[in-house]
């Protein structure tokens, strides 16, 4: 099984950037789609994007386009998620993961790395 280990959050001030990271463990990212998630205090977890095994395709919701760029280095083994023009509603835990159907996540969830915009 793959699993994942995300980093980068932080506290950001509302229209800063982060850039967050997602090492593999175990397994390689190699063949996978790679999709990022995040759950805000309350709220269902979400999608927020995914790109696919070879880097053709890259999808995300609409929260965050234009906003929010994914992509990844295979020959490091990691996906990352560069995030500007943060908004407050953006706080959240943020999870990286295998994806299968572009949204839909693999496997069990790890920590996340947290992810706080501040007005």
């Known amino acids: 099984q793959v699993r994942a280990v995300e980093s980068g959050g932080g506290l950001v001030q509302a229209g800063g950037s982060l850039r967050l990271s997602c090492a593999a463990s175990?397994?390689?990212?190699?063949?996978?789609?790679m999709g990022w998630f995040r759950q805000a205090p309350g709220k269902e977890r979400e999608f927020v994007a995914s790109?696919?095994?070879?880097?053709?395709?890259?999808y995300y919701a609409d929260s965050v386009k234009g906003r929010f760029t994914i992509s990844r280095d295979d020959a490091k083994n990691t996906v990352y998620l560069q995030m500007s023009s943060l908004k407050v509603e953006d706080t959240a835990v943020y999870y990286c993961?295998?994806?299968?159907?572009?949204?839909?996540?693999?496997?069990?969830w790890g920590q996340g790395t947290q992810v706080t915009v501040s007005s």
């Open positions: 175990g397994r390689t990212f190699s063949g996978y789609t």
């Open positions: 993961k295998p994806t299968t159907g572009r949204t839909v996540p693999l496997g069990s």
């Open positions: 790109m696919t095994y070879n880097g053709g395709s890259t």
